[in-house]
């Protein structure tokens, strides 16, 4: 019998992840999405579930019998490939894959670092990145997603342009100012033009690290604009690998006997 991996996903990382899990003949791939943001990177390959399990208990039965995907199986594997900033979701995860033995691993992509000619201001959470902005920005930036856009609403001498993929929920306090929807990646040209034409003189980004978002970072460091970093949560001290191919040989070894 194929073994049942559950990828908790959402993310294009999640998506890759299962596309290519579904390669292997041993592995049968049940992806679950939050269902937090309306266009998610739905996987093509496998069974996808949305919806949250309500706690690490509630995850901790769907792990011990996935009775929801339609039969009494166990859940064999589990690969955590959330965004880096889905901390509760991966709190709950390395309880659940403890507390039921489910060989567990995180896939965390690196985070961006610092290189010369960046100026970031480096902050624990979003509160705190509002309050950096305080007599110092005018025109900001901000790259946050659609659900920490209150932490800003009550700057009202600042003007905000706001990127999300999704608008926020009705009746949400947001910033003053322009919401632009859009999913990356961006290219550096456009993002350029986006920082010149906006007149930004502050960004305030998640240090999310990838690929399809960075190009805000090199823009802003060409044009000398500083960058609010908000940086990463706590995660749990459990296996981690850095990108789907490492993700993949993990699966491998766990089903050769070796992990």
């Known amino acids: 019998?194929?073994?049942?991996?559950?990828?908790?996903?959402?993310?294009?990382?999640?998506?890759?992840?299962?596309?290519?899990?579904?390669?292997?003949?041993?592995?049968?791939?049940?992806?679950?999405?939050?269902?937090?943001?309306?266009?998610?990177?739905?996987?093509?390959?496998?069974?996808?579930?949305?919806?949250?399990?309500?706690?690490?208990?509630?995850?901790?039965?769907?792990?011990?019998?996935?009775?929801?995907?339609?039969?009494?199986?166990?859940?064999?594997?589990?690969?955590?490939?959330?965004?880096?900033?889905?901390?509760?979701?991966?709190?709950?995860?390395?309880?659940?894959?403890?507390?039921?033995?489910?060989?567990?691993?995180?896939?965390?992509?690196?985070?961006?670092?610092?290189?010369?000619?960046?100026?970031?201001?480096?902050?624990?959470?979003?509160?705190?990145?509002?309050?950096?902005?305080?007599?110092?920005?005018?025109?900001?930036f901000l790259t946050i997603g659609r659900q920490e856009l209150a932490a800003f609403a009550g700057l009202d001498a600042i003007w905000f342009l706001m990127r999300a993929i999704d608008p926020p929920a009705l009746n949400s306090p947001i910033p003053n100012g322009k919401l632009l929807l859009a999913r990356g990646p961006f290219s550096l040209e456009d993002e350029r033009q986006l920082l010149l034409e906006y007149q930004i003189d502050t960004i305030v980004s998640k240090n999310s690290g990838g690929g399809a978002t960075y190009a805000k970072i090199v823009a802003a460091r060409e044009l000398g604009i500083p960058v609010v970093m908000v940086q990463r949560p706590p995660i749990a001290d459990v296996e981690q690998v850095a990108d789907v191919a490492g993700a993949i040989a993990w699966l491998v070894k766990q089903l050769s006997g070796l992990g």
């Open 1 to 140: 019998m194929k073994k049942r991996l559950l990828i908790l996903g959402g993310t294009g990382d999640a998506a890759e992840l299962a596309a290519r899990a579904s390669q292997i003949a041993e592995i049968e791939v049940v992806s679950s999405l939050a269902g937090r943001t309306q266009q998610p990177f739905t996987p093509k390959t496998g069974t996808v579930r949305i919806g949250g399990f309500g706690g690490a208990a509630g995850l901790a039965q769907f792990l011990l019998v996935s009775a929801a995907l339609g039969e009494d199986r166990p859940i064999d594997l589990l690969i955590d490939a959330t965004h880096p900033f889905a901390a509760q979701i991966s709190a709950n995860a390395a309880v659940a894959a403890a507390e039921c033995n489910v060989p567990y691993l995180m896939l965390v992509r690196p985070a961006w670092e610092r290189v010369e000619g960046d100026r970031w201001i480096e902050v624990a959470g979003h509160s705190e990145a509002a309050k950096a902005l305080l007599g110092q920005s005018q025109r900001v």
